[in-house]
């Protein structure tokens, strides 16, 4: 585990000073190493580094970091490796909640707060509708997650046709996209990440035991419901954030916390900030691989082009197996 999280900070560090100085403003190294201990100022270097590609970067890593933990939490806690916050109607919510407040033109502040509602609502709605008793089928939680992520899929097209002059930027945002990115929003974002993060952190033991079905994990002393709300919460709340910050980008979720579990194995205690550290490699690379296109490419759609053939795959090996 060790080496693989210094592979990932080294990957980390190497994408950072990369994307610093790499784009259509280039800068050598001793320039970025300069302006970095000068601090934010005025001149052109500076405000390309602090104000355009550093909270650019900071925010990938962020956003990369929320969806690949949020995954790894659906994937545990479903028992399945397809399972994911695009499969779970999280990010459907979220995505909704966000284009309402694009199209009745809210302050962009508030576009965290009607994700996380967007994505909260999706969530009861589908808990609603995979209970049986007193508790949760998961089983019935994911075909639920799938069939309300097309609903609320179905009313995003409508507002699409309702947006008007706003329909250009809530295309941008459905994309998923990063050059957007400021300090304000990266704020908005670390909160819910550290909450989320937490949340996941302390119920990774019992998370553990409850993957391994709900009637070993009951005689364990496992809370099963309890813990089951905690971890769909705090998966919410990291989706619901990655999305109110840069759209829907897919796949990141499904593909890293798989390679991380091949790597360390199925123990959330492990997989959890291998999934955290990844994350951001994996949405750093493919940021970066956006700006090298002659016209800038929105990020979901590599992340695309890389997840779904994932998917198929994956898809294809459950089915022989």
């Keep these: 585990m060790r080496s693989w999280l210094l592979l990932g900070g080294l990957a980390l560090l190497g994408l950072v000073t990369l994307g610093l100085c790499s784009g259509s403003y280039s800068l050598s190294l001793s320039q970025v190493w300069n302006v970095l201990l000068q601090g934010p100022g005025e001149s052109p270097e500076n405000v390309v580094v602090w104000q355009l590609r550093l909270p650019r970067l900071l925010q990938a890593i962020l956003v990369g970091a929320c969806l690949s933990t949020a995954g790894a ?17 999280t990010s459907a919510g979220a995505s909704l909640g966000t284009a309402l407040a694009v199209v009745l033109g809210l302050n962009y502040g508030l576009y965290p707060v009607c994700a996380f509602a967007g994505a909260l609502g999706a969530v ?10 007193q508790g949760v089928r998961l089983e019935d939680f ?47 974002c670390l909160a819910p990440f550290v909450l989320g993060t937490g949340l996941l952190v302390w119920n990774a033991y019992p998370l553990n035991l ?32 990655a999305v109110a910050s840069s759209g829907l980008v897919g796949f990141v979720g499904l593909v890293i916390p ?3 579990r091949l790597w360390v194995g199925p123990d959330m205690r492990k997989l959890l900030p291998l999934a955290l550290v990844w994350g951001g490699v994996f949405l750093l ?20 082009l890389v997840g779904a053939p994932w998917f198929l795959w994956q898809l294809q090996r459950e089915r022989k197996c």
């Design 124 to 133: 009861l709605l589908v808990t609603r509708l995979a209970r049986i008793r």
């Design 73 to 89: 939490a659906f994937q545990s806690l479903l028992r399945s490796p397809l399972a994911d916050p695009y499969l779970t109607g």
């Design 258 to 260: 798989h390679l991380c």
């Design 142 to 188: 994911l075909l639920a997650g799938v069939m309300v992520s097309t609903l609320l899929g179905s009313l995003v097209s409508l507002l699409m046709v309702l947006a008007g002059r706003e329909l250009s930027r809530l295309v941008f945002f459905l994309l998923g996209n990063l050059s957007g990115s400021n300090w304000l929003l990266l704020g908005w």
């Design 285 to 304: 690379g493919c940021d970066w691989l956006t700006r090298l296109a002659p016209q800038e490419l929105p990020v979901g759609v590599v992340t695309a």
């Design 210 to 241: 409850l993957s391994l079905g709900e009637d070993l994990a009951a005689p364990a002393g496992v809370a099963v419901e309890r813990v089951k709300l905690q971890v769909l919460l705090a998966a919410t709340l990291l989706t619901a954030s």
